[in-house]
């Protein structure tokens, strides 16, 4: 991440505040994927398919 990237971030709306949020949720995501993953959690069975939702 450069400081262009934030500047480029900054020009389509988001503030300081937006971008750390962002920033915060993607990451944590990005985690707990990767522990679901290493652990072989399986999907909850309620959850349809990204292709089948619509």
């Known amino acids: ?5 934030l500047e480029t971030l ?5 503030d300081d505040q937006a971008i750390h949020d962002a920033t915060q949720v ?8 990767r522990i ?3 652990l072989g959690v399986e999907p909850e069975k309620f959850i349809r398919p990204w292709e089948e939702r619509y």
Do not use: K, P
């Not at 991440?1 to 990237?5: G, K, N, P, V």
């Not at 993607?26 to 994927?33: A, E, K, L, V």
């Open 36 to 38: 679901a993953d290493a």
């Open 1 to 5: 991440m450069l400081e262009s990237d």
């Open 10 to 14: 900054r020009q389509h709306g988001f």
């Open 26 to 33: 993607i990451s944590y995501f990005n985690y707990i994927n």
